[in-house]
């Protein structure tokens, strides 16, 4: 298995832009987390869905972000518009029901 | 709710001492504890876990032993290696609950010299 595979790995937009991220899940894992990354705040969990339901969106910053995942294989997180503030490496992860998580690469994004 | 607490970095070691990385939990039911290891650049890896009470998970030469009476789950390795350098972080998982949701640490940067 290629393991979670997040596009792309680095992003650089201007203020003002959308910005997509995509992540495929590991097939057969039931769980899929977005987590964001920096330096200041550590690793935050925004969302998570079960079965493709969000569960838990709590960690969400604000309206601007959203996510979906339309089906087992597929998610994506949107930013729109895009702030210098959300400039962050964010993860995706997937989940078996056993507590077996694994992180994809990273998508780095750039907000300018 | 959920917490976990880990030993503020950075720690800087030579090559070949003993590594000690603290991790204490809070948690209302039956966790599984892990250790997750970021290298440069790199996602998260599950480097070990450990599902019950006194339970010890290994890997790579670093060891780890799920203490319920102290709520501590330590990251131990004997030798590091300039390879080790990384950022460990410790995590939790009720499996209780829907997802298996991940509450990690804050994470320890490791730096190891030569």
């Known amino acids: 298995d290629a393991g979670v595979i997040q596009s792309p790995r680095h992003e650089v937009t201007e203020m003002g832009q959308e910005v997509t991220l995509r992540c495929k899940p590991i097939?057969?894992?039931?769980?899929l987390f977005w987590y964001r990354q920096t330096m200041m705040r550590g690793l935050e969990l925004l969302i998570y869905?079960?079965?493709?339901?969000?569960?838990?969106d709590s960690g969400m910053p604000e309206d601007r972000f959203s996510a979906k995942m339309p089906n087992a294989s597929f998610s994506t997180l949107k930013i729109q518009p895009s702030e210098p503030r959300d400039s962050a490496v964010y993860f995706c992860a997937s989940s078996t029901g056993q507590g077996l998580t694994f992180f994809g690469q990273g998508t780095r994004l750039t907000v300018v | 709710g959920d917490s976990v607490t880990q030993m503020e970095g950075p720690v800087t070691l030579s090559e070949e001492a003993f590594l000690t990385i603290n991790c204490t939990y809070t948690?209302?039911?039956?966790?599984?504890l892990f250790w997750y290891v970021q290298y440069p650049g790199e996602g998260l890896q599950l480097l070990l876990k450990a599902t019950k009470a006194d339970d010890k998970g290994s890997n790579k030469g670093f060891e780890a032993t799920y203490r319920k009476e102290t709520t501590s789950f330590h990251l131990e390795k004997g030798s590091v290696q300039v390879s080790d350098s990384a950022v460990y972080f410790c995590?939790?998982?009720?499996?209780?609950?829907?997802?298996?949701?991940?509450?990690f640490g804050g994470g320890t940067r490791l730096m190891v010299k030569p």
């Open positions: 097939s057969g894992h039931n769980s």
């Open positions: 995590a939790l998982s009720d499996l209780r609950n829907a997802g298996n949701m991940l509450t």
């Open positions: 869905f079960n079965n493709n339901v969000p569960i838990d």
């Open positions: 948690a209302t039911g039956y966790p599984s």
